[in-house]
């Protein structure tokens, strides 16, 4: 049993278009408001040798990817705390605050509690125009399919690529990106924090589309070997770029800097380099 799984199972109680998205939409009449929450505790989500203040940033970059995603800008931000020690809450409340405050939103609220593992609830919310929201659902074939930064350096610096450590630790929400991504006529979008395969597959399933990948034009970490780089890019969780899709006429799209690595089909097989994708990544898992 993963969380996929068990997300299935709670659609028909609270509905599908709900738990489509990175985030849930609500109608303010002349725009959207966004809001996302995202659990994060220390044994599954916080690597042995992050600061407090790592931490905190970690935890409010996670929830503000989700507000990027739907090319939304964050407004405000809380964050809950269980705390194991209490000498602990100024260094994440500091990171959370930078975080915040690198996207132009605000950390404005959040709970304090006693709890035996650290862990860390947060929650945004953002705005967005009607006309320029970027929802899951909106990929057509023939759209290019298109991915920010490199994929895959999150899962390498847990394993243990100094290289990689701050990619890891400080995640960058693309706030800027999803934006741009938005102005440039992207057709569906959604952050990758789970690895590039599985992320496909959800945009798959909410647009009714499949995808075809082309392995050569994946931007691959350097200094590897190449099958191992190309495993991390396409399963390897935890990076907060966005994975888009882009009508060919509007590509490339001004201000973001993406990499094309293949394209949306309208049969709803996802293929990479003529196989079947499997579906694997980051999941939480019970045995
Ligand atoms: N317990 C829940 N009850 C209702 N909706 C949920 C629940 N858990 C998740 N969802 C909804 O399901 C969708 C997918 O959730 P998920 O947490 O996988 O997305 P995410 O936040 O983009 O990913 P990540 O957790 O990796 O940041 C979201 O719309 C979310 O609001
Ligand atoms: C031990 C460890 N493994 C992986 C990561 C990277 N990471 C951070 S959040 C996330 C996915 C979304 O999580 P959620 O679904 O809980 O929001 C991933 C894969 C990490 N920080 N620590
Ligand atoms: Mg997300
Ligand atoms: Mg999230
Ligand atoms: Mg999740």
Redesign the pocket.
Known sequence: MD?RLLLDRIRGIIGEKETEDDCSVFDLGNRFLVMST???HET????EGMTDYEIGW?AAA?TLSDIASMAASPADLLMAVGLDRPDRLIGITEGADACCRSVGARLAGGDIDRHAELTIVSTAIGFVNHEKIIRRSGAKPGDLVCVTGLPGR?QAG?EGDPRFWNN?ITPIPRVREGIAFSEGGATAMMDI??GIALSLIDLGLASGVGFSLDPSLFPLIPDIPATRAEDLFLFG??DFELLATVPVECFPVAGVDTSVIGVVTQNRDIISGGAPLPRCG?A?RWN
């Open positions: 969380d995202d659990m994060l599954t989500d916080f690597p970690m996670v999150a847990l890891l924090s789970d969780g935890g980051y939480h």
